[in-house]
């Protein structure tokens, strides 16, 4: 049965369906990469024949980055700073009246059976942050056209801090074809919000790529080994100014390479060479220059920037992982690796307990350099790292399943049962 939010005004082709993905930046940030990746192995599991096209600003990298991926990858244009929507929505901000024009061109929509929203932080708020319709204006264009708009493997919210955003975003989300949610906290927040019809709780996208990656497929080193990602954002969630948050973190990496006479790797996720406000390995690169040099011999940074999958390649060559950037720690705990969830958002709270069942392995960003806080949660990981370790070869193939789970309701909103 079709639910009220997810009735198909027109009935979509089986073979050669097409289906947008739109919401991303680049998939230079390895996560979009993921998803990408991860949605096209999901759709072709059902729609064999798709034609899944990628709109992207950034085409040349990322048709480059999605090497081995059959997703056409298009232009999707960047919005003009001088345009005459943004010099009338800017003068309009001088007079108190807030307007978010559609800045997507509807020539993305010509041919298309269903968009997916694959954009992480479309739905989300920070506390701080104002809020835009700009994008999801682009969704409400689709439905009105008869077609889909789906919110796919999505975190949303929570907007209780901005009542207004919550609820200009309550209406559009119930108007939604169909929501993927990707962890129990955006569902239960949905449900708070008179939201449940429209959507289906679903494991990430990045859990189904490469599953054959795995770390209990590799012997494991002699030394203690332990992977960090810490990316730029992570400077936003402290007092201290760039340079004692560096300073700080690096006292901190010191303290584990002390405490458990450990190996580090310091990973990227997020390689960015156009904005060095987004570049994990800028930033790593000057977190690895603040170590004191005694302990530069068993310090190592991946500089290679190779992707979603290559970075897997290494995280298996880790005794446990903490990560700041949620796709690493996906990409980590796929991988069976024991991971520590470092949070600036709920989406890293939501998906500690969807993976571990409980709280107790991820960390508040603000509690990272704390003094011995991040010690002693590595030691306690390490003391159980075999337990984890037998425990996620358990439960990490009942997630990959889990990807699977809206395809059945995608096949109802297309009309196709």
């Not at 207004?164 to 074809?177: C, D, Q, R």
């Not at 993927?180 to 449900?191: G, P, Q, S």
């Not at 990656?213 to 760039?242: E, V, W």
């Not at 002693?376 to 003391?383: L, T």
Request: aromatic share 8%; charged share 25%; with cysteine.
């Amino acid at each position: 049965m079709i639910g009220k939010n997810m009735t198909a005004t027109r009935t979509h082709p089986v073979n050669n369906l097409q289906v947008l993905l739109i919401g991303i930046g680049g998939v230079y940030n390895y996560g979009c990469e993921a998803i990408v990746r991860g949605t096209e192995i999901i759709v072709r599991s059902e729609y064999p024949d798709a034609n899944i096209v990628y709109a992207s600003r950034r085409v040349a990298d990322d048709r480059k980055r999605l090497e081995g991926s059959e997703v056409q990858i298009i232009e999707r244009g960047s919005p003009r700073r001088y345009s005459a929507k943004n010099i009338c929505r800017k003068l309009l901000s001088f007079a108190g009246i807030r307007w978010a024009p559609m800045v997507e061109s509807l020539g993305l929509l010509e041919n298309v059976d269903a968009v997916f929203s694959i954009g992480g932080d479309i739905y989300t708020l920070s506390p701080t942050a104002d809020y835009s319709m700009a994008f999801p204006k682009f969704g409400d264009a689709a439905r009105k056209r008869g077609i889909p708009y789906v919110l796919w493997g999505a975190s949303v919210g929570p907007f209780s801090d901005n009542p207004k955003a919550e609820i200009v975003f309550t209406k559009h989300l119930k108007g939604l074809s169909l929501i993927t949610a990707r962890e129990t906290a955006t569902v239960d927040y949905l449900r708070s919000l008179g939201i449940s019809d429209n959507v289906v709780s679903c494991a990430d996208p990045a859990y189904v790529v490469a599953p054959e990656i795995k770390a209990n497929d590799m012997r494991q080193g002699d030394k203690f080994t332990i992977g960090i990602n810490l990316s730029p954002l992570s400077i936003c969630y402290t007092d201290h100014s760039d340079k004692e948050a560096i300073h700080t973190q690096a006292k901190t990496i010191e303290g584990l390479i002390k405490a458990f006479d450990a190996r580090i790797v310091l990973i990227p996720h997020v390689v960015s060479d156009f904005n060095e406000g987004d570049d994990d390995l800028r930033y790593l690169r000057k977190v690895k220059r603040a170590i004191a040099s005694e302990h530069q011999d068993v310090l190592s940074l991946l500089e290679s920037d190779p992707g979603f999958v290559g970075a897997k390649k290494e995280l298996i060559k880790c005794n446990l992982v903490v990560a700041a950037r949620m796709h690493c720690a996906i990409n980590a705990l796929a991988a069976h690796v024991p991971t520590i969830l470092v949070a600036y958002s709920r989406k890293a709270v939501g998906m500690c307990q969807y993976v571990y069942g409980n709280g107790d392995w991820v960390l508040p960003l603000s509690e990272f350099s704390k003094e011995g806080v991040l010690e002693e949660k590595v030691r306690h990981m390490k003391n159980q790292e075999s337990e984890i370790r037998d425990y996620l070869d358990k439960r990490i193939p009942e997630i990959q399943k889990d990807s699977y789970r809206p395809l059945r309701r995608l096949k109802e909103v297309l009309g196709h049962v």
